[in-house]
């Protein structure tokens, strides 16, 4: 069985950084995508990153793309989401996922595996 445990979110003022990480067990992850997801409550679930486990390769919302960083550490099963330069438009609830690799990195509805949800809060 999978399981996801983001920790790291909290509260930041505009222009700082936090980072989220992602605990992933149960599985080899060798053939995964794993990404970050945020929702606003109210709102549509937005994607936020991905990256391919074996090979590396990311993928950015626009939206944060230069901003946030996602990496992974294979040893410890780790994923984390670097966020710099955030903006009170970057409040959410963020989700780490995961999915056997694939098409579609960016689309949540085809990822399998979620964690609980860690809110960050940016102030103006």
């Known amino acids: 069985q999978v399981q996801l445990v983001e920790s790291g979110g909290g509260l930041v003022q505009a222009g700082g950084s936090l980072r989220l990480s992602c605990a992933a067990s149960?599985?080899?992850?060798?053939?995964?995508?794993m990404g970050w997801f945020r929702q606003a409550r109210g709102k549509e679930r937005e994607f936020v990153a991905a990256i391919r486990w074996g090979g590396g390769i990311t993928y950015y919302a626009d939206s944060v793309k230069g901003r946030f960083t996602i990496s992974k550490d294979t040893a410890k099963n780790m994923v984390y989401l670097q966020m710099n330069s955030l903006e009170p438009e970057d409040t959410d609830v963020y989700y780490c996922a995961a999915k056997t690799t694939g098409h579609h990195a960016t689309q949540g509805k085809t990822y399998v595996y979620w964690g609980q949800g860690y809110r960050v809060t940016v102030s103006s």
């Open positions: 149960g599985r080899t992850f060798s053939n995964y995508i």
